[in-house]
């Protein structure tokens, strides 16, 4: 039984970036996976005679979460449509409690973290694999199963009718990934070869014209040098200088080869620090001025869930002013909570040099990338993103109580 609910986790981790694909209303084919593999790995813990008060305490996420279902109860009124706020709220609770149990549920092995955050990458390269031939020759040859699109007021890419943002966020969570096994495998062929997904990473990244996916990027290798050297104090940091100076000198010469590759991802990176050139920076900052606002006539009491968006014509795009604009101060309390137990987590592991394991190392980093990419999403109900964080919560505290565990022996 367990067995067959670890399957159904790594088949859903495989179709996680394909959410898009839906079985109805908002329910992914993913979701159903993580779904079974829920019920099948409940059964087994009632089997062994867990109690619920048991179960319950195993949630990190359970104290935020009930905070926030107060929220959504007493702003449920003030909904323009109660039936979307309900589904807002089901999409939340699916985050905190289906998918996070379906990890916490199983043992946890370094070696099925690795094999999970190798298929996530896999499954994410084939699309980016397909958005970069349909760049070169304006055919989606995925037949349409991806979705490929170029648009957006200009020239940009995404997929599964989604942002461009979401897009840049599903490949840039992969990078961590990639540089592990350039910088970790002991044969050159496969170093040139995952150097070349990298590039392939970072070049459609670029045909998103993300701003926020560039900062990911830049955060993501940059804390992974600092993550590497905190849980390898040894290693050679000559050789990372010369594969960064290698990996950005490649794509100078790119950009000089080809400048119209370039053009309008830089046009709208240029605009990052000076929001007075882009017309989509002026309405965010905007929008983000109206829900101060609405917050300020309501602080206590939200407008309800999934209503930001009719209240100020665009939805604000911060997860945090979305949960006080529309299910008030509980409401922001509850999800402000979420992340705080996330950066949490992020400090013990480094306090402790990541219990010298890679893979806490990895999903360390790719947690603090999504807490980043978070602050300039419209809403946080994105399951491609917030899997990996999942997975990393879950296993930290397998590995905080089994170290502890072995401490209370040795002593």
Not at 185 to 196: E, R
């Amino acid at each position: 039984m367990i067995l067959l609910s670890k399957i159904s986790l790594v088949f859903g981790i495989i179709l996680l970036p394909f959410t898009y694909i839906k079985l109805f209303f908002n329910f992914s084919i993913s979701d159903f996976l993580f779904s079974i593999s829920f019920l099948l790995a409940l059964l087994f813990q009632f089997r062994i005679k867990n109690s619920i008060k048991n179960i319950l305490n195993d949630n990190v996420f359970l104290f935020p979460i009930i905070i926030y279902l107060f929220g959504f109860i007493f702003s449920f009124n003030s909904s323009f449509s109660p039936i979307d706020s309900l589904f807002s709220f089901f999409q939340v609770l699916f985050i905190f409690i289906i998918i996070y149990y379906s990890f916490s549920f199983q043992n946890l092995s370094s070696l099925f973290i690795k094999n999970c955050l190798y298929v996530l990458a896999i499954s994410s390269l084939m699309i980016t694999i397909f958005i970069f031939i349909f760049y070169l020759t304006g055919t989606d040859y995925s037949y349409g199963l991806i979705f490929i699109k170029q648009g957006w007021g200009m020239s940009r890419f995404s997929y599964g009718d989604m942002e461009p943002n979401i897009a840049a966020r599903i490949m840039a969570q992969n990078i961590p990934i990639v540089l592990f096994m350039i910088l970790n495998s002991p044969k050159w062929f496969f170093k040139a070869f995952n150097i070349l997904i990298l590039i392939l990473l970072l070049s459609v990244i670029i045909l998103t014209a993300s701003r926020s996916g560039l900062l990911i990027v830049v955060l993501g290798i940059g804390c992974y040098f600092i993550f590497n050297f905190r849980i390898n104090k040894n290693y050679n940091i000559v050789k990372y200088l010369f594969f960064t100076f290698s990996v950005f000198s490649l794509m100078i010469i790119i950009y000089q080869m080809y400048p119209n590759f370039f053009e309008v991802a830089l046009n709208r990176y240029s605009t990052i620090l000076d929001y007075n050139v882009s017309a989509s920076s002026k309405e965010r900052l905007f929008v983000l001025s109206q829900s101060l606002d609405i917050i300020n006539t309501s602080p206590i009491i939200g407008t309800g869930m999934n209503n930001s968006g009719n209240l100020t014509g665009t939805v604000v795009h911060n997860p945090i002013i979305i949960s006080w604009l529309e299910n008030g101060m509980l409401g922001f309390v509850g999800f402000l909570s979420i992340y705080i137990i996330l950066a949490y987590y992020i400090a013990i592991n480094y306090k402790n040099n990541f219990f010298n394991d890679r893979m806490l190392m990895l999903l360390s980093l790719i947690t603090i990338m999504m807490i980043f990419g978070d602050m300039f999403m419209a809403n946080s109900y994105k399951r491609a993103l917030w899997v990996p964080a999942i997975i990393f919560i879950t296993y930290s505290n397998q590995t905080i109580h089994f170290q502890g565990h072995k401490k209370h022996i040795d002593e």
